[in-house]
């Protein structure tokens, strides 16, 4: 691989969304900010990021919905979603995250489930391999550097080989992806998983790191929720002073996507991150990154960087540089010599959709996972995915009232979500009236209109017949 050259300087940033777009405009001292890939559509930009844009602010697509972690090879037309948002963002980078996001399919011969959220990825030999796999395909599809994500997990995987540094920098130095870090998530993993945060620092190739995330969330019976809708604590503002003593970071950005505060206190947030950022550059310790850092985590998780073979059976449970800008173009893993075989794949599909399954289809938990967690996470994926419904189909908690979400949890406990928060919303009213609810009857007819007018390919009024069944349709229209 070429020698990895350093990305332009970020400076401080926020998460943009819709809901504080004017605040973010007239926070004085942003130098970029990052937006959810997904939300964006590269052929209708937000004023607000269009205006940010005029000003020099740079903008970053940030994807969640890849699944680089997932055992099946990246969706060609979702990698071209990430590119033509970074092109029309003028992006210098598109970050995702270590996750999946999905299972089930072909490699397994079940349905396709989806989570709804970011889920960890065992930390083995497999793993590693399928990811490392994963992200040069994304690599070599995108027209600028990656940066991947570490994610915050309420659950361990059995079997794990690795630490999450020694994961990193194994990843790292067979891809040279970049890194996004999050130091509110290794927060969360030291709550939730007992994991040492300046231990994965000494380990992770800090060099690599392309900008940093910082959020707040909230410990309930003993569990943290990484929930990006509460301050910032200080224990997550020590592991960026942390972080920051050992290099400084090309960028540094606060998320929140939740509970929006008033203008003033995200202001005074972004001051806090300043204020550790300045303290810790101070310590003049900085210059140990490239060095002593990166030669510590070389000595622990260098072994791993070559190691052959295939996962023991506890494991069961890139814009490569089209300009100098990246570490080199790497072949298409598929083509090249070291692709992944299919079964590493298989025996990695087969697991992650044992753990899905048993969390959004209440099948069986797999052997060594710990069953209290599990119902956490659980419950968590549930609660998420009703606030995401309720969002892409604001009409219905409108219409279903206080009724909205325990009626959702209900529905949830039984239809795992297959295709998508648009389809889970139709398929939740779909089932709500085929039961014959809810028992107001005028409520139940606005939410019968609202289903017809929203299940075929176009509006009711301009087709001439609806997409679903005609049996189910008559079911609905006689409630």
Same mark, same amino acid.
């Given at each position: 691989?070429?020698?990895? @050259? @350093? #990305?332009?300087? &970020? %400076?401080?940033?926020? %998460?943009?969304r819709p809901e504080i777009a004017e605040a973010v405009e007239r926070m004085p001292g942003i130098d970029w900010v990052e937006a959810v890939a997904e939300n964006v559509c590269p052929g209708h930009l937000p004023e607000s990021l269009l205006r940010l844009r005029e000003r020099g602010v740079t903008v970053v697509p940030h994807g969640v919905s890849l699944g680089l972690g997932g055992a099946d090879r990246p969706d060609a037309s979702r990698l071209t979603a990430l590119a033509e948002r970074a092109e029309a963002l003028g992006s210098p980078l598109v970050t995702e995250h270590i996750a999946f996001v999905r299972a089930g399919g072909p490699l397994t011969a079940s349905p396709l489930l989806e989570a709804g959220h970011l889920l960890p990825v065992p930390r083995t030999r497999d793993a590693l391999d399928v990811l490392c796999e994963n992200i040069r395909i994304a690599q070599d599809a995108l027209p600028v550097p990656l940066a991947v994500e570490n994610i915050a997990a309420l659950i361990n995987w059995p079997g794990e080989e690795m630490t999450e540094g020694q994961f990193l920098y194994d990843l790292v130095d067979r891809t040279g992806v970049r890194l &996004?870090?999050?130091?509110?998530? &290794?927060?969360?993993n030291h709550v939730n998983r007992g994991e040492d945060p300046a231990k994965a620092l000494d380990e992770l190739p800090v060099e690599a790191i392309a900008y940093v995330h910082v959020a707040g969330g909230f410990e309930r019976d003993g569990v943290w929720h990484d929930s990006h809708a509460h301050p910032v604590p200080q224990p997550v503002l020590d592991i960026l002073s942390d972080l920051a003593s050992r290099v400084s970071p090309p960028g540094v950005l606060l998320e929140r996507d939740e509970n929006f =505060?008033? =203008? %003033?206190e995200l202001q005074r947030e972004l001051e806090a991150i300043r204020e550790t950022l300045e303290k810790a550059a101070t310590t003049g310790e900085g210059s140990r990154a490239a060095t002593g850092t990166a030669t510590n985590a070389s000595a622990d998780a260098g072994a791993h960087a070559d190691a052959g073979g295939e996962a023991e059976a506890g494991s069961e449970a890139g814009a490569g540089a089209r300009d100098g800008d990246e570490a080199g173009a790497p072949a298409r893993a598929e083509a090249g010599p070291g692709a992944v075989t299919a079964a590493p794949r298989q025996r990695l599909a087969l697991a992650q959709t044992a753990l899905l399954s048993a #969390?959004?289809?209440g099948t069986p938990v797999p052997e060594g996972f710990d069953r209290v967690r599990l119902g956490v996470q659980a419950r968590a994926l549930a609660a998420k995915r009703a606030d995401v419904v309720a969002k892409v189909a604001p009409e219905l908690p409108g219409i279903l009232g206080e009724g909205y979400r325990p009626a959702f949890l209900t529905y949830a406990q039984g239809h795992p979500m297959t295709g998508g928060y648009r389809r889970d919303a139709l398929d939740f009213a779909e089932q709500l009236l085929l039961a014959g609810q809810p028992e107001d009857a005028e409520t139940r007819r606005r939410l019968r209109e609202w289903w017809l007018e929203r299940s075929g390919p176009a509006p009711l009024s301009r087709r001439p017949t609806a997409r679903l069944a005609r049996a189910t349709r008559r079911v609905l229209l006689r409630r």
């Amino acid at each position: 691989m070429k020698p990895r @050259q @350093q #990305l332009r300087r &970020l %400076g401080t940033g926020i %998460g943009w969304r819709p809901e504080i777009a004017e605040a973010v405009e007239r926070m004085p001292g942003i130098d970029w900010v990052e937006a959810v890939a997904e939300n964006v559509c590269p052929g209708h930009l937000p004023e607000s990021l269009l205006r940010l844009r005029e000003r020099g602010v740079t903008v970053v697509p940030h994807g969640v919905s890849l699944g680089l972690g997932g055992a099946d090879r990246p969706d060609a037309s979702r990698l071209t979603a990430l590119a033509e948002r970074a092109e029309a963002l003028g992006s210098p980078l598109v970050t995702e995250h270590i996750a999946f996001v999905r299972a089930g399919g072909p490699l397994t011969a079940s349905p396709l489930l989806e989570a709804g959220h970011l889920l960890p990825v065992p930390r083995t030999r497999d793993a590693l391999d399928v990811l490392c796999e994963n992200i040069r395909i994304a690599q070599d599809a995108l027209p600028v550097p990656l940066a991947v994500e570490n994610i915050a997990a309420l659950i361990n995987w059995p079997g794990e080989e690795m630490t999450e540094g020694q994961f990193l920098y194994d990843l790292v130095d067979r891809t040279g992806v970049r890194l &996004l870090i999050d130091v509110a998530n &290794l927060h969360t993993n030291h709550v939730n998983r007992g994991e040492d945060p300046a231990k994965a620092l000494d380990e992770l190739p800090v060099e690599a790191i392309a900008y940093v995330h910082v959020a707040g969330g909230f410990e309930r019976d003993g569990v943290w929720h990484d929930s990006h809708a509460h301050p910032v604590p200080q224990p997550v503002l020590d592991i960026l002073s942390d972080l920051a003593s050992r290099v400084s970071p090309p960028g540094v950005l606060l998320e929140r996507d939740e509970n929006f =505060p008033e =203008p %003033g206190e995200l202001q005074r947030e972004l001051e806090a991150i300043r204020e550790t950022l300045e303290k810790a550059a101070t310590t003049g310790e900085g210059s140990r990154a490239a060095t002593g850092t990166a030669t510590n985590a070389s000595a622990d998780a260098g072994a791993h960087a070559d190691a052959g073979g295939e996962a023991e059976a506890g494991s069961e449970a890139g814009a490569g540089a089209r300009d100098g800008d990246e570490a080199g173009a790497p072949a298409r893993a598929e083509a090249g010599p070291g692709a992944v075989t299919a079964a590493p794949r298989q025996r990695l599909a087969l697991a992650q959709t044992a753990l899905l399954s048993a #969390l959004v289809a209440g099948t069986p938990v797999p052997e060594g996972f710990d069953r209290v967690r599990l119902g956490v996470q659980a419950r968590a994926l549930a609660a998420k995915r009703a606030d995401v419904v309720a969002k892409v189909a604001p009409e219905l908690p409108g219409i279903l009232g206080e009724g909205y979400r325990p009626a959702f949890l209900t529905y949830a406990q039984g239809h795992p979500m297959t295709g998508g928060y648009r389809r889970d919303a139709l398929d939740f009213a779909e089932q709500l009236l085929l039961a014959g609810q809810p028992e107001d009857a005028e409520t139940r007819r606005r939410l019968r209109e609202w289903w017809l007018e929203r299940s075929g390919p176009a509006p009711l009024s301009r087709r001439p017949t609806a997409r679903l069944a005609r049996a189910t349709r008559r079911v609905l229209l006689r409630r």
